[in-house]
């Protein structure tokens, strides 16, 4: 069995490595059903949502920012998209001749009904007065104005096809954008600006377009283009920009210049930024990581470069002082560094608890499967919290325990092969747990090392 497993991993030399730096990052599985039809989104408040369903069935979601989910509504009625604002959360439902929109923000969620109109995509706006502001697929040059009963109290023309509607939290105006121009609606009046190309998001100052334009953005003045980027993906946030290449999600300031990353291990299909977090989407799963969690670009003076991005190697976190925090070790069998706690060698958790000086601090030990535990083998992933006059969560790290367990056997070879032929990811500890020979570098020597130690 061993040979067989070698010589399938020697076919697969080339392999892709990232290493996914985020440990509070929850998967949210919507459904195994590829017939399900999923659509995700970001409100400005930190949350995220999911609609999902099939045939005229659908269920909106909303996901916290700890990674739990909770059913929002589920009436029975197809939600065709859904409109996020700070106060608002309306799932829109388009009918024959109306347009339902139903407030999931509010216990009772009122239904308003937005006469005669089929909603054009992206352009539906409500202010802070509750006025909504609409463009019909039938005439895209006009803004049809409704009060917070749906009655139809004014309209708006521009010149060009509106392509965005969308309201400025700062002065409470809504703004449309068309093929010619950029349009204040609330004032009814034309900026001169420049216009963001085809689908663009907006967040707070910044807006991000199907180019890779960045443009900051005035409620007087309108969009200025600030520069342009080649990333796979791109989002605004209120601050920032996120850009996506290959598998690592970086930030990005106003001037273009990356000032932090992190590594996710998988290539996502959508970006999404809200108040304190972000989500990428990958097929059917979402996942939410915390910007706090991200890492500081090295600064160019000292000669250091960004990660790697073909996954090649994996970076170890940078060895620091603890002393500060009221806790250090007191053993050469055991390193922290960063985030994590690296045995060098196997050991129980009476050893280990042995192994640091955690003086005035309660320590409580979780498992890999997240329950708590006083005894046994440590293995890797187990998350130690030392709380005292703060709270400071690290990982263990059990070189060649790839699987959790305290010990090596043939599941970790599985996983390790599975891995090396790509069939398969590895996550925050279980990376570094699979540089079993602690090189940097995750090939097919550490697959041998694997099997010589079982």
Not at 68 to 83: A, M, T
Not at 444 to 449: I, K, R, S
């Amino acid at each position: 069995m061993r040979g067989k497993y070698y010589k399938t991993a020697a076919k697969f030399v080339a392999v892709s490595l990232i290493l996914l730096l985020c440990f509070n990052t929850d998967i949210i599985v919507c459904s195994t059903d590829d017939t399900m039809q999923r659509r995700f989104y970001s409100a400005k408040d930190g949350s995220f949502f999911i609609t999902y369903g099939q045939s005229r069935v659908y269920y909106l979601y909303r996901i916290l920012q700890s990674g739990r989910i909770s059913l929002i509504d589920r009436d029975g009625i197809k939600i065709d998209s859904v409109y996020c604002e700070n106060k608002h959360i309306y799932e829109i439902t388009q009918t024959e001749n109306n347009v339902l929109l139903s407030d999931a923000s509010q216990i009772n969620k009122p239904t308003v009904f937005l006469n005669n109109i089929h909603l054009k995509n992206n352009c539906l706006a409500v202010d802070f007065s509750e006025v909504m502001y609409a463009v019909d697929i039938d005439d895209p040059c006009v803004v049809r104005i409704f009060d917070y009963k749906g009655l139809d109290i004014d309209r708006y023309k521009v010149s060009g096809s509106i392509t965005k509607l969308f309201l400025d939290t700062g002065t409470n105006n809504v703004y449309a954008v068309s093929s010619s121009g950029v349009f204040n609606v609330t004032s009814k009046s034309r900026l001169s600006s420049a216009v963001p190309y085809g689908e663009f998001e907006i967040n707070g100052g910044l807006c991000t377009d199907e180019k890779g334009n960045v443009f900051t953005f005035e409620p007087i003045n309108g969009f200025s283009k600030k520069f342009s980027t080649d990333y796979d993906l791109i989002c605004p946030a209120s601050d920032y920009v996120y850009g996506v290449r290959d598998k690592t999600i970086y930030r990005l300031d106003i001037n273009g210049d990356e000032t932090a990353y992190i590594n996710i291990g998988v290539k996502p299909d959508k970006l999404l930024s809200s108040k304190d977090n972000l989500a990428y989407t990958v097929g059917n799963s979402i996942s939410i990581l915390k910007i706090s969690d991200m890492t500081a670009m090295p600064q160019k003076q000292d000669g250091s470069s960004s990660p790697k991005s073909d996954g090649s190697e994996v970076s170890h976190p940078v060895e620091q002082s603890h002393t500060e925090h009221n806790y250090s070790i007191s053993s050469n069998t055991v390193e922290i560094s960063g985030e994590y706690i690296f045995l060098n060698e196997p050991m129980t958790l009476a050893k280990l608890k042995k192994a640091i000086e955690y003086n005035d601090n309660i320590l409580t030990v979780r498992n890999h499967n997240g329950r708590s535990v006083t005894s046994g083998n440590v293995g890797t992933n187990w998350e130690l919290t030392f709380s005292g006059a703060e709270e400071k969560i690290f990982y263990t790290v059990v070189p060649g325990d790839i699987t959790g367990e305290g010990n090596i056997n043939s599941r970790d070879i599985k996983a390790l092969s599975e891995y090396l032929l790509d069939i398969s990811e590895l996550y925050p500890s279980y990376l570094f747990a699979a540089d079993t020979d602690q090189n940097g570098t995750i090939n097919l020597l550490d697959l041998y090392m694997l099997y010589k130690s079982t």
